[in-house]
């Protein structure tokens, strides 16, 4: 577990969970929002229709097709508050993404890190999801690390979700005082 410190004062009112596809973002999603009493925002269903059917035929999504997506994920996160705190399911693959979504609201990352055969293979085996196994080496190409980046907490995606959503708490509640858990 990798534990950066916040690097500002400001109270942090959404996460954002990240990682390749098959890293498990909505299921460990789900956990850490239930854990933590905030609203769970699936970023898959803030896609483009358009966006879904090339994924669902295996052609990757270029930046242009992702700017449209993050504008909505981003007016999304602006929505949050200390009375509304929401967890974020986006795979933020690009140090730029990330940053997009930071100028939204204080907030912080949580990379699921995961090995590409355990991805490929978690892909092949999801049923009823319309992102491609094809392109799964496509996202590893495409991810630019995120550890060395302020606010992000790393935890293997093999990890049990309950174990998760508490290393999660854990590490909202070391942030700062400023940075209150939403129950």
Not at 143 to 151: F, I, K, M
């Amino acid at each position: 577990m990798n534990n950066n410190k916040l690097d500002t004062p400001q109270t942090m009112v959404a996460l954002v969970i990240m990682g390749v596809s098959g890293c498990g973002k909505s299921s460990a999603g789900q956990a850490i929002a239930q854990q933590l009493g905030w609203e769970l925002v699936e970023g898959d269903s803030y896609h483009s229709q358009q966006s879904v059917d090339k994924m669902a035929a295996g052609i990757a999504l270029n930046d242009e097709d992702r700017q449209g997506w993050l504008e909505r994920l981003s007016l999304r996160l602006s929505q949050a508050s200390t009375s509304h705190s929401v967890v974020l399911t986006c795979s933020a693959l690009k140090h730029k993404y990330r940053e997009q979504l930071r100028s939204a609201q204080p907030l912080g990352f949580v990379f699921l890190e995961l090995n590409y055969e355990t991805a490929l293979t978690r892909v092949q085996t999801r049923p009823g999801h319309f992102f491609s196994p094809e392109l799964v080496a496509n996202q590893f190409a495409t991810l630019e690390d995120p550890r060395l980046e302020p606010d992000v907490l790393t935890i293997s995606a093999t990890t049990e979700l309950g174990e998760i959503a508490r290393q999660v708490q854990q590490w909202l509640s070391n942030k700062t005082p400023a940075s209150p858990i939403q129950k």
